[in-house]
């Protein structure tokens, strides 16, 4: 079983669904998607008058963005994929975090970040039926207040979701497809990372933002038994020797 992230810029490559069909069709079954947007939400935002906030690569969501949220991930974004995969012959099906409380989530760092939430629960008997069924989940990270009984959303960070989506599968391999080849040291790609070289490269700044986020997610899912862990852009899909792998071997930094 693989969880493949899909980050918002790779979205735009237009190799991408066939790619995606070929990696379904050489393992029907056993592949899931989970998907960014961040570009979208900023654009909607500010479209609407409003300005992006970011801190430590995650974005702040007050109670005013949430529909915002939903319209770009859940909405169009999602959506968009789920055509492209279909128009490559995959029987994709586009769900949010909300449907079926997928994914709940609870409010995270005390509300620093606003309607922010971190999966708490993974509605994994949904997710093995759709598979089961010989078709392709297409995820929206928008989750399920745990905590409220009013059906409130929480946007919860596509590579949180993601890591937690591959531990309560049991996945084999968490990826994260972005729109560079991997962890880059001196503009290459280096080959394997170990979690305490992760979590220096996030402490010195050699990983910032959205991805330092992905490694903060990549040292979760290790820790909650996903096998193995990488980060690189759409070539990894196929490539399982691209990118930079997240593993407890040792570092070539």
């Known amino acids: 079983m693989r969880v493949i992230k899909i980050g918002g810029r790779a979205q735009d490559d237009p190799r991408l669904a066939a790619t995606i069909a070929a990696a379904w069709r050489a393992a029907p079954g056993s592949l899931c998607i989970v998907h ?40 169009t974004a999602n959506k968009r ?29 005390g509300a620093a970040l606003g309607r922010v939430g971190a999966p708490r629960q ?58 560079v080849a991997g962890v880059l040291v ?7 990372l170990e979690p305490d070289d992760a979590a220096a490269a996030i402490a010195q700044g050699i990983a910032r933002g959205g991805m330092a986020a992905k490694l903060e997610a990549g040292m979760a899912a290790l820790q909650q038994g996903v096998e193995r862990v990488r980060i690189g852009d759409l070539d990894a899909i196929l490539d399982s020797g691209c990118g930079t792998t997240l593993a407890p071997t040792r570092s070539l930094v």
């Open 36 to 75: 960014g947007g961040g570009d979208e939400i900023s654009a909607l935002q500010r479209s609407l008058g409003l300005e992006p906030v970011f801190n430590g690569g995650r974005r702040v969501t007050q109670e005013r963005d949430v529909d915002v949220v939903r319209m770009a991930l859940s909405g």
């Open 81 to 109: 994929l789920v055509g492209r995969f279909i128009s490559a012959g995959v029987a994709a099906v586009g769900l949010s975090g909300e449907d079926a409380a997928l994914i709940e989530a609870r409010v995270t760092d």
């Open 122 to 179: 993974v509605n994994v008997a949904l997710l093995r039926h759709l598979l089961d069924g010989g078709y392709l989940p297409v995820i929206s990270p928008v989750g399920r207040d745990g905590d409220a009984n009013d059906g409130s959303a929480l946007n919860v960070n596509g590579d949180d979701a993601a890591a937690a989506i591959a531990a309560a599968l049991g996945a084999t391999e968490l990826l994260f497809v972005a729109d």
């Open 186 to 192: 001196a503009g290459a790609p280096v080959p394997v």
